[in-house]
């Protein structure tokens, strides 16, 4: 079973979707009970980081996903904002502290000519041999709804699986050991989004 967490930010309906078509269970909660007894957890998201952070505070969610991620060693794959969230802090309208699980930052895509937010289909290059996009060709086209994105970096905290550009270039996947995440949505990223749904949830 995997436990999409439910923070009132995100495509919970769609991302259950998508888990069910590729033949897994999964169930949208915040209850402490359901998020431990998971096999994987997704924090999906669509909004602003501030809103984000906040209610993952409101609901007393930060420390069950740290304990089931750091100390059980479970899977978690962060979708957009999900993803955006794992990092040191935002510039979204501010700085905003985030949880710190990705030695990086998040910050407005140097889109130069480009109209903001980034909107739609766009290239998924991939960088590192990943689990995650396996069977996912170099190229392929993922559908893309943000105007802020993880800073592209070096560290050893996580490796870099897959870029995009718009402007500019900035990290689209990440891995590090049980976590994953990825700045496309793959739930509304057709046959492609869902080999990685499927993916994440056989690891």
């Known amino acids: 079973m995997i436990c999409i967490i439910d923070y009132e930010l995100g495509n919970v309906i769609s991302v259950k979707n998508a888990i069910e078509k590729v033949g897994f269970k999964a169930i949208i909660s915040r209850n402490l009970d359901d998020i431990a007894n998971s096999e994987g957890i997704i924090i999906p998201g669509v909004g602003s980081f501030e809103k984000g952070i906040l209610n993952l505070k409101k609901f007393d969610l930060i420390n069950i996903l740290k304990n089931e991620v750091f100390n059980r060693k479970k899977k978690i794959l962060g979708i957009c904002l999900g993803f955006q969230l794992m990092c040191n802090f935002s510039e979204e309208f501010g700085n905003h502290n985030g949880l710190s699980w ?78 994953f995440g990825i700045q496309p949505h793959p739930e509304k990223s057709q046959y492609q989004g869902l080999k990685v749904i499927e993916n994440f949830c056989k690891i």
Not at 102 to 118: E, G, W
Request: proline fraction near 1%.
């Open 102 to 179: 990705i030695d990086t930052k998040v910050k407005k895509i140097d889109s130069k000519n480009f109209r903001l937010p980034h909107i739609g289909w766009n290239k998924l290059k991939i960088t590192s041999k990943s689990y995650l996009l396996n069977g996912i060709n170099n190229g392929e086209m993922f559908y893309f709804n943000h105007s802020y994105c993880v800073e592209k970096k070096s560290s050893s905290n996580f490796k870099i699986i897959g870029e995009c550009d718009y402007g500019s270039n900035f990290i689209a996947a990440i891995e590090h050991q049980n976590i």
